[in-house]
């Protein structure tokens, strides 16, 4: 079910890196709860499973970093 929440999200708000997904999923009431860690997690098992991919560009996330942004593999 965790999985599957994540990559929701990802169907939901589109291409977008671990912190904002950490902040989006936040947002929400009905999802499973999961640590910032959890989430990176279940996001690395759906890029093993090549349901999401490396979409090529970054972001820059709070601390000023650039981060990868994550995208749906169609």
């Not at 690395?44 to 995208?71: C, F, N, P, Y």
């Amino acid at each position: 079910p965790k999985r599957l929440a994540v990559l929701n999200a990802f169907k939901r708000w589109g291409p977008m890196t671990d912190e904002q997904l950490r902040t989006r999923y936040a947002m929400r009431a009905d999802v499973p709860g999961q640590s910032e860690s959890g989430l990176r997690t279940r996001r690395s098992e759906l890029v093993r499973m090549q349901q999401l991919r490396d979409s090529g560009t970054t972001r820059k996330m709070s601390t000023g970093r650039q981060a990868t942004v994550w995208e749906l593999v169609l």
